[in-house]
């Protein structure tokens, strides 16, 4: 078991130095991630104009692939549409979780590439996913006093 | 020995029998899952807390329950039938011993801990609750200790009085006696924190809770396999434990209570062997223990449990004690000379639980890292999440000792510590 497949240095980088980590002033949607295996939080503000998100931050704390993880998801939807977001939802989730989805295409993926490695450890799934479950409560507008699970 | 005997020993002419000598190593060969290697290195299994490792006699105990003595208990006439009767009548006999009772009805056999207080909280609990009443528990309890509390608050009307820990994860005699009036029906604590290690000063603590008179619940899930406990010396009116914790099967545990309560409380479930008759008018309940034990048990496990408990007594309680010991002053040295680590819960009075928390990573890839290494440890919150809330924390790592670890164990936790400090310091 290689643990630098887990702990690229994106990860590393990205865990200790989040991106984002701040809330977007003026934010129009949220969602809170919770998961009670661990105890990583995290709540995400952004900006939606039409269906662009034109901004996206988060506070919250964690491990280094849940932190990592949602500092490169806002990186990578900053300035997208919705349909692109939960695009890439899809390729990352497959790229976690090997769950049958459509390959998934590295070239879209860019840096999100990175968390290919968690697959292996069946254990840490839940939290290279958070943040991503987060926002997409925060897309659909669910009630953002309910946080999400990962489970 | 006192030395009167051994110089009648010495004068007989008789060597002086030794105490048990605690030999580690042939003490590992009796647990078969320690001879494996996991991502290509030795176990390291330092998760004892969570659940034990199970000794080679245990395993053949619940075999031999399938695959001789397989049948219902307290029900038929035939052999088999006696043989399992006779089987799981000499586990109660066995946890009446370790507990020391005095009477093998008191104990009633659970699915575990978390059974036995949910029985003690919705029997007793129900029957004498009453609004305004309060139920006073500590700061240290694991969940099991606190939700069936908080049901059955819910369900009377009573109140959940909380005494807190000290810095150091303890729990003061003060601070249990400020929170004891007039209104508190029964105090709850746990005897060792699964999280922090702590053992309770539980017998001056009883003795203010019945001077208030409450009576007393002992979560003995941690303090079973590493204090040990006598439940007559001690006082308490209730005492859970987990047979999966004391190195035998998970799903089996017992409960303690004294004859007076069990009797004077209704039963917790219904139906078959819980019974003396039962008409559509009226139905006559089984004396105790059999009161409290409706459906078929989960009888290999109770046996299970009863060898694990004779293994134990074979080995000799208190040597293991001494072994756990001097492993956890061992531990608590090595991870303090490593830079960066905290541990969580120094109380003066601690048994066989390091939890620790790193500068450099959460507690979770800790957790991964070590694993990495073949080193088995938990992280998370425990089960305890008011603990982690008091140290404004939201997990610890926590390897815990068996009395089958070594120096060598620790030394690899160490080892795989100081990878986790290569990668994320
Ligand atoms: C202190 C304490 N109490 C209660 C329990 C619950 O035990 P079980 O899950 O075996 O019912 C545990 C086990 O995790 C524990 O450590």
């Known amino acids: 078991m290689d643990l630098r497949e887990l702990y690229q240095e994106v990860i590393l980088d990205h865990g200790k130095n989040p991106r984002n980590f701040r809330f977007p002033e003026p934010s129009n949607r949220e969602g809170q991630g919770y998961n009670p295996l661990c105890g990583d939080r995290i709540t995400l503000r952004l900006q939606l104009d039409g269906d662009v998100i034109t901004d996206v931050g988060f506070q919250g704390s964690g491990c280094a692939i849940s932190q990592a993880a949602a500092s490169t998801m806002t990186e990578a939807i900053k300035g997208r549409t919705v349909a692109d977001a939960e695009l890439l939802f899809g390729q990352f989730h497959t790229l976690v979780t090997d769950d049958g ?33 987060t926002l997409h409560q925060a897309l659909e507008g669910d009630d953002a006093s309910a946080p999400v699970k990962t489970e | 020995m006192t030395p009167a005997l051994r110089q009648a020993a010495a004068a007989a002419g008789a060597e002086p029998a030794a105490p048990p000598a605690f030999d580690v190593e042939r003490v590992r060969r009796d647990f078969p899952a320690l001879d494996q290697t996991v991502h290509g290195k030795p176990l390291v299994y330092l998760d004892s807390a969570a659940t034990a490792l199970k000794p080679q006699a245990v395993i053949d105990a619940v075999t031999g329950v399938y695959s001789r003595d397989c049948a219902n208990i307290h029900r038929a006439v035939h052999l088999l039938s006696q043989r399992a009767t006779a089987g799981y009548e000499r586990a109660r006999e066995a946890v009446r011993r370790f507990v020391n009772a005095g009477s093998a009805d008191e104990i009633i056999f659970t699915r575990g801990t978390t059974e036995g207080i949910n029985l003690v909280a919705q029997s007793w609990g129900r029957a004498n609750l009453r609004e305004g009443d309060e139920v006073l528990i500590t700061g240290l309890e694991h969940h099991s200790n606190i939700v069936p509390w908080q049901l059955v608050c819910g369900q009377t009307g009573a109140h959940l009085v909380v005494a807190p820990i000290t810095d150091d994860g303890e729990v003061r005699l003060e601070d249990v006696k400020a929170r004891l009036t007039d209104r508190t029906k029964i105090v709850a604590v746990a005897q060792v924190s699964n999280a922090l290690g702590t053992v309770l000063p539980l017998r001056p603590i009883i003795d203010a809770a019945h001077d208030a008179g409450a009576l007393v619940l002992v979560d003995g899930a941690q303090g079973a396999p590493h204090v040990g406990v006598d439940v007559q010396a001690l006082g308490c009116d209730f005492y859970a434990l987990s047979g999966h ?32 008759s039962v008409t559509f008018e009226e139905t006559l309940y089984a004396e105790v223990p059999h009161k409290f034990e409706a459906g078929t048990p989960n009888i290999a496990g109770v046996i299970g449990m009863g060898a694990a408990i004779e293994y134990l007594e074979a080995l000799g309680v208190q040597a293991a004690e001494a072994h756990e010991a001097a492993l956890l002053a061992y531990g608590t040295e090595v991870l303090e000379a490593i830079p960066g680590v905290r541990i969580v819960g120094k ?40 603990v982690m809330e008091r140290y404004c924390i939201a997990a610890t790592a926590r390897a815990s000792l068996g009395l089958y670890n070594t120096r060598e164990d620790i030394d690899a936790l160490g080892r795989a510590l100081t990878r986790v400090q290569e990668m994320f310091g």
């Not at chain 2, 089996?252 to 309560?261: H, I, P, Q, T, V």
């Not at chain 2, 450099?360 to 008011?386: F, K, L, N």
């Open chain 1, 101 to 133: 989805g459509p390959e998934p295409n590295m070239d879209t993926l860019g840096k999100l590439a990175a968390f290919a490695g968690v697959g292996e450890f069946p254990m840490r799934v839940k939290c290279a996913t958070l943040a991503w479950h």
């Open chain 2, 245 to 276: 914790k004391l190195y035998g099967p998970t799903g089996a545990g017992a409960l303690f209570g004294k004859r007076a309560l069990l009797e004077e409380m209704p039963p917790y479930q219904g139906g078959g062997d819980m019974i003396l």
């Open chain 2, 347 to 386: 109380a003066r009075d601690k048994v066989a639980v390091l939890s620790f928390v790193m500068d450099a990573a959460h507690p979770h890839d800790i957790g991964t890292i070590v694993d990495a290494e073949g080193v088995a440890i938990r992280t998370g919150h425990h089960c305890a999440q008011p």
